[in-house]
C-alpha cells in the first residue's frame, strides 16, 4: 500500500525556534511537495522537489526552506518560526513524468507556533 | 501561480438531495484533478479529467470538464452522509498542481 509519512502529527513550538518537518515515501516517486492548508485558503505550495537536491519555489515559500538528500526524504525547515506559521502543513508525492498525475498526501503536521 | 476558484465554499445539505461544487479558471486547462478529505483527514485522489467537455462518473458521482477546458464541476446525486468532507479540484502544470479552495460539504441526516 502507498505510503507518505510525516514525523509529527502535532506540534508546539515557540516564536523565533527552528522547526523541522520531515515527510518520506515509500513509492519511489520523483515528486515530493510541501503545502500549508488553512481555512478559507485552500492548499497553498510552499515548496516542490522534481529530484534529490533539486527544490522549486511554489507561491508562499518566505520563512520556509526544503531539503532532499535522499529520493524518498523531503524536509520542510522553519528557520525561525512566527505565529502567522501556525497551519497544517501537508507533504504529497507523485511520478514524475506525471502517469495518472496524482497525489498521495500524508497524514499532516498541524504546527502550532506560540 | 495558477488561480483557480472554487464555489461554494460551504454547503449544507439534507441527506437524499443533490451537491454540486464548481472550479473555475481564467486560462485553460490542461488537465483538472479533484480530491476529497474527510475531517479529520488528508487529500485523496478521486479522478483526473483531460479532455474538452469530458464527463465521468463514479457510482453517485459525476465530475464534468468544460468545453473550453477553463472550469470543472463535481456533481454528488443523493447525498449520503458518507460524502461529508471537502472536495478540491486542483489544476495540473507540468509537475505543480494549484489546488482551489475547496467546498466543505455537511450532509444532515
Known amino acids: 500500500d502507498v505510503k507518505v509519512t510525516q514525523s509529527s502529527r502535532y506540534l508546539v513550538k515557540r516564536t523565533g525556534e527552528k522547526v523541522f518537518l520531515e515527510c518520506v515515501q515509500d513509492m519511489d516517486h520523483e515528486n515530493m511537495f510541501w503545502y500549508r492548508q488553512d481555512p478559507g485558503l485552500g492548499l497553498r505550495l510552499i515548496y516542490f522537489?522534481?529530484?534529490?537536491?533539486?527544490?522549486e519555489k511554489g507561491d508562499i515559500p518566505e520563512g520556509y526552506s526544503v531539503s532532499r538528500e535522499k529520493k524518498e526524504r523531503f524536509s520542510l525547515i522553519l528557520e525561525s518560526a512566527s505565529t502567522n506559521q501556525t497551519s497544517m502543513y501537508l507533504c504529497?508525492?507523485?511520478?514524475?513524468?506525471?502517469?495518472?498525475?496524482?497525489?498521495?498526501f500524508g497524514e499532516g503536521s498541524r504546527l502550532t507556533v506560540l | 501561480g495558477q488561480q483557480v476558484m472554487q464555489i461554494p465554499q460551504y454547503q449544507h445539505v439534507q441527506e437524499g438531495e443533490d451537491f454540486t461544487t464548481y472550479c473555475n479558471s481564467s486560462?485553460?486547462?490542461?488537465?483538472i484533478q479533484w480530491y476529497k478529505q474527510r475531517p479529520g483527514g488528508h487529500p485523496v485522489f478521486l479522478i483526473q479529467l483531460v479532455k474538452s467537455g469530458e464527463v465521468k462518473k463514479q457510482k453517485r458521482l459525476t465530475f464534468q470538464f468544460g468545453e473550453a477546458k477553463k472550469n470543472s464541476s463535481l456533481h454528488i446525486t443523493a447525498t449520503q452522509t458518507t460524502d461529508v468532507g471537502t472536495y478540491f479540484c486542483a489544476a495540473r502544470t507540468g509537475n505543480q498542481f494549484y489546488f482551489g479552495t475547496g467546498t466543505s460539504l455537511t450532509v444532515i441526516p
Open positions: 522537489s522534481y529530484d534529490v537536491k533539486m527544490k
Open positions: 486560462t485553460t486547462l490542461s488537465n
Open positions: 504529497a508525492s507523485s511520478f514524475y513524468p506525471a502517469r495518472t498525475g496524482e497525489l498521495f
